[in-house]
């Protein structure tokens, strides 16, 4: 079956960097875009980063450009999401999500979501 599966997160003091992972399988992975969004304690949804089917656009929001990078592995079929420079503004929940067509559309298929804490 179709799953895509974080990891990575942790605690981070501010500044500080992590790289989350996200393993997808179930499916042929060099077909679809994959998103980042996250959600911090007591918010909605937020989108962070897309990447195209073969990795070669990559998409962000404004906080995220410039601090964020994301990229993919095509012979693992995975997504990495390297976060630099962390504040406590960061802190959320990051989900990685299947596009279910165009990398602009609506999602299908969710990961559990890992936990990022930044804190000094």
């Known amino acids: 079956q179709v799953q895509v599966v974080e990891s990575g997160g942790g605690l981070v003091q501010p500044g500080g960097s992590l790289r989350l992972s996200c393993a997808a399988s179930?499916?042929?992975?060099?077909?679809?875009?994959i998103k980042w969004v996250r959600q911090a304690p007591g918010k909605g949804l937020e989108w962070v980063s897309t990447i195209s089917e073969g990795g070669g656009s990559a998409y962000y929001a404004d906080f995220a450009s410039g601090r964020f990078k994301i990229s993919r592995d095509s012979a693992k079929n995975t997504v990495y999401l390297q976060l630099n420079s962390l504040s406590p503004e960061d802190t959320a929940v990051y989900y990685c999500?299947?596009?279910?067509?165009?990398?602009?559309?609506?999602?299908?298929?969710w990961g559990q979501g890992t936990q990022v804490t930044v804190s000094s």
């Open positions: 179930g499916f042929t992975f060099s077909n679809f875009c």
């Open positions: 999500a299947r596009s279910a067509s165009i990398c602009q559309g609506g999602n299908d298929y």
